[in-house]
Structure formats: structure tokens, C-alpha cells
């Protein structure tokens, strides 16, 4: 059951800040190719909580298509200042 909380993350090589997630015990699909798409790590839903990922919508993405896209843009903005997400 642990592979249900694992999610394989994918950053965009154009963009990023574009991420894609791949659930452990689904196969990874072609759009992910090492190219466009490059491998960054992998988080366990039950307990990490990158900005940005919505582990609901993850799962049903992973019943949808196979793959949930998410983005994990800067939070904050102030005059010449900017605090970046963790």
C-alpha cells in the first residue's frame, strides 16, 4: 500500500516551476522522456508536503490520466525582495 502514497516527481526542462507527479505503482508514460520531462525525486504523501502539490487531486489525476500536473510558483513578492517557497 505504500506505493499509493509515493508519487514520482518530474520537473518541466522548459519551465521550472511545471512539475509533474507519476504515482510509484503506475507506469511512467512516454510524455516523460528525460528531456522534456527530468527526473527531480520522489515524495511520500503521508508526510511531505511540497508547495504546490494537492495530493487529492494527485489521486484523482492518477485515475483520470496517469499523471498530475502542478505548478510551484513564488508566494511571496515585495519591492526587490522575494521569499521563495519551501
Known amino acids: 500500500m505504500c506505493a499509493r502514497k509515493t508519487f514520482y516527481?518530474?520537473?518541466?526542462?522548459?519551465?521550472?516551476?511545471?512539475?509533474?507527479?507519476?504515482?510509484?505503482?503506475?507506469?511512467?508514460?512516454?510524455?516523460?522522456?528525460?528531456?522534456?520531462?527530468?527526473?527531480?525525486?520522489?515524495?511520500?504523501?503521508?508526510?511531505?508536503?511540497?508547495?504546490g502539490f494537492d495530493a487529492d487531486a494527485a489521486h484523482a489525476a492518477m485515475r483520470r490520466g496517469g499523471v498530475y500536473l502542478y505548478r510551484r510558483e513564488l508566494m511571496f513578492r515585495r519591492a526587490n525582495f522575494l521569499l521563495e517557497a519551501a
Not at 510509484?24 to 510524455?31: M, R, S, V
Request: net charge negative.
Open 9 to 51: 516527481i518530474f520537473v518541466a526542462a522548459t519551465d521550472g516551476e511545471q512539475f509533474c507527479a507519476v504515482r510509484q505503482d503506475q507506469p511512467i508514460p512516454a510524455i516523460i522522456d528525460g528531456v522534456r520531462w527530468m527526473y527531480v525525486g520522489c515524495i511520500d504523501t503521508a508526510r511531505d508536503k511540497p508547495y
